[in-house]
T-cell receptor, first 112, second 113 residues
């Protein structure tokens, strides 16, 4: 079935460092792809999305490009802040286009 | 704030008991989704309701059931609770039947002792 694989965490960075969190997927058809962020004690917030190949989603300095040829949707940010510390989830819509299938999440810790 | 509300925030109960979790979607959203987040299984889709009707089912146990009411709020009922049911239960909503752009509530943390 469809699935999402994320790089294992935790990822520990210093403020202003460059961030990459890898995400690859397996899917039949053409799913939409998402990055969600979960801050401590809170629910998931949609960070960005892409609905077709070569689309780039971006928000709050974060970017990810839907790469069909490599089945990837890596999350990047040029300069992280302490406030970016959170758990990041890559997800895709299932074959029916309804439910979200999530990766296991990657914990990011940024220190000043 | 996503606009999705969930109550209660925390719930502690004993094995064998039954609980009800409540979710109110964002204003205007017709779909409600329920997800379970546990340490071993991660985030898993349970069930979706669209405008009062069940639309999709995921890994939902037979001991669990849900419904969506005419005012579009939804309830997730968990019965014959086991220790392994301890988890965070999230509700999400979206405008239409498609799963694109789901907005999540803050979750209900269920602890089964």
């Amino acid at each position: 079935g469809d699935s999402v694989t994320q790089m294992e965490g935790p990822v520990t960075l210093s403020e202003e460092a460059f961030l990459t969190i890898n995400c690859t997927y397996t899917a039949t058809g053409y799913p939409s792809l998402f990055w969600y962020v979960q801050y401590p004690g809170e629910g998931l917030q949609l960070l960005l999305k892409a609905t077709k190949a070569d689309d780039k989603g971006s928000n709050k300095g974060f970017e990810a490009t839907y790469r069909k040829e490599t089945t990837s949707f890596h999350l990047e940010k040029g300069s992280v802040q302490v406030s970016d510390s959170a758990v990041y989830f890559c997800a895709l819509t299932d074959q029916a286009g309804t439910a979200l299938i999530f990766g296991k999440g990657t914990t990011l810790s940024v220190s000043s | 704030d996503s606009g999705v509300t969930q109550t209660p925030k925390h719930l502690i109960t004993a094995t064998g008991q039954r609980v009800t979790l409540r979710c109110s979607p964002r204003s205007g959203d017709l779909s409600v989704y329920w997800y379970q987040q546990s340490l071993d299984q991660g985030l898993q889709f349970l069930i979706q309701y669209y405008n009062g009707e069940e639309r999709a089912k995921g890994n939902i146990l037979e001991r669990f059931s849900a419904q969506q009411f005419p005012d579009l709020h939804s309830e997730l009922n968990l019965s014959s609770l086991e220790l392994g049911d301890s988890a965070l239960y999230f509700c999400a909503s979206s405008a239409g039947a498609s799963g694109n752009e789901q907005f999540f509530g803050p979750g209900t943390r269920l602890t089964v002792l």
